[in-house]
């Protein structure tokens, strides 16, 4: 098990959740750590610019890429109502079910 920690908007930590991991894991290769203690990854996590890390009770570490998002758009994906609206709101537009709404006749 690792934790999970909350940042409220200030940057303080709110909590610390336990998070269970099932996922079965492949080894990818073994890297060196340098003398600062430095872990190079950037080919492993090349489109990702945060990561999560997470630490079980026998020491093993779990590195999950991350994305944020900007705390004014946080209401989006707390309102499943509007999120679902969104992602129809795609769908219709990648299948061509939308057309232009033409301003000057409003």
């Known amino acids: 098990m690792g934790f999970n920690i909350l940042w409220d908007t200030g940057g303080k930590v709110m909590k610390r959740e336990l998070v269970k991991i099932d996922d079965e894991f492949e080894e990818i290769g073994t890297r060196t750590i340098d003398e600062r203690k430095r872990l190079t990854l950037g080919d492993l996590i090349k489109d990702f610019r945060r990561v999560r890390l997470y630490r ?43 057309s232009k709404l033409d301003l000057d006749e409003l």
């Open 56 to 98: 079980n009770e026998r020491g093993q570490l779990l590195i999950q890429p991350v994305v944020e998002i900007p705390a004014s758009e946080l209401w989006l994906f707390e309102n499943k109502e509007a999120l679902e609206g969104v992602k129809r709101g795609l769908k219709d537009v990648a299948e061509g079910r939308v």
